[in-house]
């Protein structure tokens, strides 16, 4: 790919490249003006640092959905049995090896839950490409069959979590050097969110990364467009779709391990009880776009954070009401990409 | 006469038949076929579910909507009537018909602005929304806990005449008490009829049709000259006002609103399980549906731990016949149907019975 | 131009007899059609005659219910879309399907399925089209619709194919660019590559075609060399309902 361009001719009109920013502004701007609202700074500080690692985790989960309702248009119902798979998968590394995370090392800690996280992805990796290949396969293309099957896998999905694990919660406490918070001044930035915040961005970077600069991420991008002459360009689509469904699936059972420990026990019911939350931010965020996933994210969960702390009351309705707003800005979301 | 009074839909099957007629008698009947307080249950409930689940289909099974939201519907209707016999001292008609109409006039309302504002998106975005309205609203129901109850619900006296302490002869017919339970049972059970046959006349009306037409084509239908978004509408404020009156009747039996009865996904899933497995758009896939399905969740339990119980021992079997897992297996057949019943279980035998006829050649 | 004798060899393309049904519609009632290695065959007929759908049904995207699709010998009815491009057809579409979010560059990357595209084949399509050498690295999205038919092209030409299955590249474009297109599928065929061209371009169909054929209602109801189509007014006017005289 090492084509050097001519450079263009001096007296040539090159149309300026239209660059979307306005989504991009939403974050900094809704932090900033929740500033003198909030008016404490160490609070405001705890706050957003909460909101961000909140709202990486659920980009994390929902980055998958998104994807794959892009590339496939398909809509995955039962995305939460990623999420709660992962999360519980977690538990077999995490409770054998719960002496090293008892113990007040970071090395080691951090070493088990990459581990944990690794199986977790890897699970849930299966998991996605056995969904795929039987429940969503037979129906693509039938929106209305998909909502029904993917949400009956849901069901079964929950019933053998309760099967395999018992139908009680487990609580998975943090690891020993992730519990506590740093100081900075009078602000408490809790350890684990930092951490949720770092993986979140790795996650994001990753993806941007994968999308733009290798030949898989050229697939990607054009099977969103045009799946058909991705085809008739030669590729196997439906392989690409696979890998994709399994990879977004991996993705919601990171997203379930970090959710877990963040809410320290887990349920079956876990992924479910979230569902709505995703819908919610890939509605906002444009169906199909990443980039709109981790803005509408990171604003879901700002607002969640800032409304519970300057008007309880609202915080409930508070994602519904950004919702409808960025609806009615835009009406196919921060950033349409055709398919939606 | 009969073809008037299911409005020419005929069940077109002999199996169907007879499955609806044993229904209906059974239901009719069910206080006197029957003895105690769970089995009327079973049958009060069952009469409920079938209206919710018809009025469910008309939604999803002819005009081609998803939609999350019907669930609330539901339980504005229960909420309506619960609140309304909660908040006063005198349970009458009055205020239980007060309750009622202001509950209705509020699923009007919701129903006429969810559809208009999402009714003119995609079918996802529409499913979507709709998910996230109803979340929202049972969250809310349990947070008002002062007006609402909050997540135990309320529980509420009804009117003298549906008490079980009011007697309306004295002595027993069949071993039943001609008690207000059950004068309470036959106010659900011919409201549940009435609503039911409703439905069945609306379905089979112009109205219907031009329902299915655009559930099949919405383009042609909107070029043929059809409003498609005036007729969604509609479907979308009959079935929510449906749902909300078999909601008031649920609340009259009870005599009990809640958040998990009345407005959790619980029911939501019930709803889609059983429109499914019965048959979508055939508005008869509800009364086989829901009977199958409420039987059950209620019996079908306690087979399931006589057979963990059997299967004490061997590991993953006893686990996967325990009776809270029944869910399993109702997932298992939910997602079956859905690719070797497409059109259900009353589908299944119509087309059989369609079959048979033409097979002598 | 000179046809190709076509007894002389088998044809590179040819379909027998095929239908094809889309939903309840049925569109094409057994077309029968060949084209001969080499040639640039030209496929006309009013609009509705079942053209799209016959390039459509031979890359694959749609299934062929009846009939049979040979393809350098091999019978391609039955295979799938990726498959059928592989064994060496491009297809440019009449919507150009151009990716609007990908740049020109990362296009013709993605068409180049055999590693990074050949510096020196580049260089060679952008003598014909000058404008992806400017836009290079712009959103494909952001090109007028003849540049974005040149991306179309392009792609196709990014690596040598056997057959370029073509539908309607000249619609709606200016005279100059047409000019190029057409310089761009001369030096195509001299390199040996065979062109099934769909077009309603008078001229462009006059000055480039070897053989047309023509369709109405779902069938092939003329196939002959262009000189035989072009000499005969009469049987233009039967068959086009115009004229393929440009001085007429």
Redesign the interface.
Same mark, same amino acid.
């Given at each position: 790919m090492s084509i050097a361009p001519v450079a263009p001719p001096a007296d040539s009109q090159l149309p300026a490249i239209r660059r979307d920013i306005a989504p991009l502004l939403l974050v900094p701007l809704l932090m900033l003006a929740m500033l003198p609202l909030v008016g404490n700074l160490a609070t405001w500080l705890t706050l957003s640092v909460a909101g961000l690692a909140m709202g990486m985790m659920i980009f994390i989960m929902a980055s998958g959905l998104t994807l794959v309702f892009g590339l496939m248009n398909v809509i995955n119902f039962g995305h939460g049995a990623f999420i709660a798979a992962g999360a519980f998968s977690a538990t077999l590394v995490l409770l054998p090896l719960r002496g090293w995370l008892e113990m007040d090392s970071l090395t080691l800690n951090l070493g088990v839950l990459a581990l944990a996280i690794v199986v977790a992805m890897l699970v849930t990796g299966l998991l996605g490409w056995a969904f795929e290949r039987l429940l969503i396969q037979p129906v693509y293309g039938q929106h209305l069959k998909q909502i029904l099957v993917t949400m009956g896998g849901m069901i079964v999905a929950e019933q053998l979590i309760h099967v395999v694990w018992g139908a009680e919660t487990i609580a998975v406490p943090l690891p020993t050097a992730l519990r506590g918070a740093f100081l900075l001044g009078d602000a408490a930035i809790d350890k684990y969110r930092l951490v949720a915040v770092a993986i979140g961005m790795v996650v994001f970077v990753a993806m941007y990364l994968i999308l733009n600069r290798t030949k898989i991420g050229l697939l990607v991008r054009a099977g969103v467009e045009h799946g058909e002459m991705v085809e008739a360009l030669g590729y196997r689509i439906r392989r690409l779709f696979v890998m994709v469904f399994a990879a977004g699936a991996s993705l919601a059972g990171l997203g379930g391990v970090m959710w877990g420990l963040y809410k320290e026990t887990l349920t079956a019911a876990m992924g479910g009880e979230i569902m709505v939350m995703l819908f919610i931010v890939i509605i906002i965020g444009g169906l199909g776009s990443v980039g709109g996933c981790f803005i509408g994210a990171l604003l879901i969960a700002l607002v969640a954070n800032y409304a519970g702390f300057l008007a309880p009351n609202v915080a409930l309705v508070s994602s519904i009401v950004l919702m409808v707003s960025v609806l009615l800005w835009r009406p196919a979301g921060l950033y349409a990409t055709g398919r939606g | 006469m009969l073809r008037q009074l299911l409005s020419g839909d005929l069940p077109r099957s002999r199996i169907l038949t007879a499955l609806l007629v044993a229904i209906l008698l059974g239901l009719a009947l069910a206080p006197f076929l029957t003895s105690g307080a769970r089995p009327l249950n079973t049958a009060a409930t069952i009469c409920v579910y079938i209206v919710l689940v018809a009025s469910y289909d008309l939604l999803l099974g002819y005009t081609g909507i998803v939609s999350f939201a019907h669930t609330m519907f539901y339980g504005i209707g229960a909420y309506g009537v619960g609140l309304a016999l909660a908040r006063v001292d005198e349970p009458t008609w009055g205020v239980a018909m007060t309750g009622l109409g202001l509950a209705l006039l509020l699923a009007l309302a919701l129903a006429l602005v969810v559809g208009l504002f999402a009714l003119r998106v995609q079918a996802i975005f529409y499913a979507m929304i709709t998910l996230a309205v109803a979340s929202s609203f049972a969250v809310l129901a349990s947070q008002l806990s002062d007006f609402t109850g909050g997540e135990d619900g309320v529980t509420f006296s009804v009117p003298q005449v549906l008490s079980p302490s009011f007697v309306l002869l004295d002595g027993e017919v069949f071993g039943r008490q001609l008690d207000g339970r059950l004068l309470t049972y036959y106010v659900v059970f011919c409201g549940c009829l009435l609503l039911f046959l409703f439905l069945l006349r609306l379905v089979n009306s112009p109205f219907g049709r031009v329902l299915q037409a655009i559930r099949e084509n919405p383009f042609r239908a909107e070029a043929l000259g059809y409003r498609t978004m005036l007729y969604r509408i509609w479907a979308n404020v009959l079935a929510a006002l449906t749902a909300s009156l078999a909601g008031a009747l649920m609340a009259l039996w009870l005599r009990y609103v809640g958040p998990k009865t009345s407005l959790g996904f619980e029911v939501m899933t019930d709803i889609l399980l059983i429109v499914v497995i019965g048959g979508m758009g055939t508005m008869y896939g509800a009364v086989v549906g829901a009977t199958l399905f409420i039987l059950a969740q209620n019996y079908l339990r306690d087979w399931m731990a006589h057979g963990a119980a059997a299967l004490d021992g061997v590991p993953v079997l006893a686990a996967v016949l325990h009776p809270d897992r029944w869910m399993l297996w109702l997932g298992v057949l939910f997602i079956l149907s859905i690719y070797w019943f497409p059109v259900g279980i009353v589908g299944k035998l119509r087309l059989q019975a369609w079959l048979a006829q033409r097979s002598p050649r | 131009m000179l046809a190709p004798d076509p007894a002389a060899r088998q044809p590179l393309l040819r379909l027998a007899g095929v239908h094809t049904h889309i939903g309840a519609y049925h569109i094409l009632h057994g077309v029968d059609l060949q084209v001969a290695r080499g040639e640039l065959a030209v496929l006309l007929g009013r609009n509705g005659a079942g053209k799209t759908t016959t390039l459509r049904t031979i890359?694959g +995207?749609w299934r062929a219910s009846s009939g049979s699709i040979h393809f350098d010998g091999h019978d391609i009815t039955r295979l *799938? &879309? =990726?498959a059928i *491009? #592989?064994a060496g057809i491009a297809?440019v =579409?009449e919507n150009m399907?151009v990716?609007?979010? +990908?740049t020109v $560059?990362?296009n013709l /990357? +993605?068409?180049a #399925?055999n590693g =990074?595209?050949d &510096?020196a084949r /580049?260089d060679w399509i952008c003598s014909f089209f000058p404008a992806l $050498? &400017?836009?290079?690295? $712009? =959103?494909a999205g952001?090109l007028s619709g003849g540049q974005k038919q040149m991306v179309a092209i392009a $792609?196709a030409m990014v690596e040598p194919r056997t057959l370029l299955l073509v539908d309607e590249p000249t619609k709606g474009l200016a005279p100059a660019i047409v000019h190029s297109l057409m310089a761009a599928f001369r030096e195509l065929k001299a390199q040996g590559t065979t062109i099934l061209l769909v077009e309603q371009n008078v001229q462009v169909v006059r000055a480039l075609g070897d053989t047309a054929s023509v369709m109405d209602d779902g069938h092939v109801v003329h196939a002959g060399p262009m000189a035989v189509l072009a000499g005969d007014a009469a049987l233009q006017q039967r068959l086009l309902g115009l004229s393929l005289d440009p001085h007429l």
């Open positions: - | - | 890359m +995207l *799938a &879309t =990726p *491009a #592989r297809y =579409p399907a990716f609007s979010d +990908l $560059r990362e /990357v +993605l068409a #399925r =990074p595209p &510096t /580049v $050498r &400017t836009f290079w690295h $712009r =959103p952001n $792609r």
